[in-house]
Structure formats: C-alpha cells, structure tokens
C-alpha cells in the first residue's frame, strides 16, 4: 500500500501540480502586494483621490470601482506573469526537444530503408521466393 502511495506521490504529474500550487500561490501574493501598495493608491489618484477614491454610495451600500478595476489589474498581470515566465519557456523547451524527436526519426528510417532494399535484393538473388 505504501509503495503504491509512493509511485504515486512521485509521478512527474503530481510533482509538477504541488510546484505549479505553490508557485501560483507565491505569485498571486506578490502581485497582490504590489497591487495593494502601487496600483491600488494610482487608480484612487486618477479616481479622485482621497481615502473614498473610486466609491460611490448609494442608499448606503458602496460600490467600489477602485477595488474591481485594481482586481482585472491583478488578474492581468498575473496571467501576463504565469504566460511569460512559465508557460513560453515550457513551450520553447517542449519544441526543442520535438526537434531533437525529428532528428532521430529520419536515421531509423533510412536503416529501415536499407534493410528493405537489402531484403529485396535478396529476393532478386533467390527464385524461391
């Protein structure tokens, strides 16, 4: 039971999904910090300023543009984040080891050519065939 739990904890799928965990949870508190003391005090400037920037109340209830427009930022960077420092460099080094794929197939097909053109010659050499 335990060897199973153990090829289980580490397949490269698992592995990678508890990183992937990890580091998305390090990013968005990163950004969230950033946000929070950057983008979030630039919107309430261009939003009027002031410690009500970007609010507007009505019949008590406030409504805060500030805080969902400091949200789609954050949801853009942290996409443009994940895209360009994991995502392009995965895809790149996926291609490259495509690469090395193709570039191997095309010695085994000419062996089996060859093998081919060796068996036909025999073939050609026996009449019993």
């Known amino acids: ?6 090829e289980f904890a580490t397949r490269g799928n698992v592995i990678d999904l508890a990183v992937a965990v990890v580091v998305g949870a390090a990013v968005a508190a990163l950004i969230g910090s950033i946000s929070e003391g950057l983008i979030l005090p630039i919107v309430g400037i261009f939003l009027g ?3 009500n920037a970007g609010q507007l ?11 969902m427009i400091n949200a789609l930022i954050i949801f853009v960077i942290t996409l443009a984040v994940i895209y360009f420092v994991f995502v392009v460099p995965m895809n ?3 291609e490259r080891m495509a ?3 193709v570039a191997a197939t095309p010695a085994d097909i000419e062996l089996l050519t060859e093998i081919r053109d060796l068996l036909r010659a025999q073939q050609g050499d026996n009449p019993q065939s």
């Open 92 to 94: 790149k080094l996926r």
């Open 49 to 51: 300023g002031g410690v």
């Open 99 to 101: 690469k090395d794929e």
């Open 57 to 67: 109340e009505i019949n008590g209830q406030v409504i805060d543009f500030s805080l």
């Open 1 to 6: 039971m335990l060897k199973g739990f153990k």
